[in-house]
């Protein structure tokens, strides 16, 4: 059975930064696109971050770019999202995804159950 299981969400106040870990088991996940979507409340899914299978391509949506950095490390199947300087607008569950494309509308096969992230003002 393949998982994704994200961690690291919580509450920071803005300006602050947070780590999200998504740990993969069940297949392996280097030879596969990987990446980060989120939810907040009242609005759809959005992409926020992928990475190629050899971590030397990234893509971010607009809202996120300088600010998070996603990266991958192969041996240990996981994926992170480093996310700093943090907005109440970044306020969602993040979901960590793999094996997928990157294009204009990026799509994955393997979802996580999510992780919350909470930005105080």
């Known amino acids: 059975q393949v998982q994704l299981v994200e961690s690291g969400g919580g509450l920071v106040q803005a300006g602050g930064s947070l780590r999200l870990s998504c740990a993969a088991s069940?297949?392996?996940?280097?030879?596969?696109?990987m990446g980060w979507f989120r939810r907040a409340p009242g609005k759809e899914r959005e992409f926020v971050a992928a990475i190629t299978w050899s971590g030397s391509i990234t893509f971010y949506a607009d809202s996120v770019k300088g600010r998070f950095t996603i990266s991958r490390d192969n041996a240990k199947n996981t994926v992170y999202l480093q996310m700093n300087s943090l907005k109440p607008e970044d306020t969602a569950v993040y979901y960590c995804?793999?094996?997928?494309?990157?294009?204009?509308?990026?799509?994955?096969?393997?979802w996580g159950q999510g992780t919350q992230v909470t930005v105080s003002s």
């Open positions: 069940g297949r392996t996940f280097s030879r596969d696109a």
């Open positions: 995804v793999g094996k997928g494309s990157i294009g204009a509308t990026p799509r994955f096969d393997y």
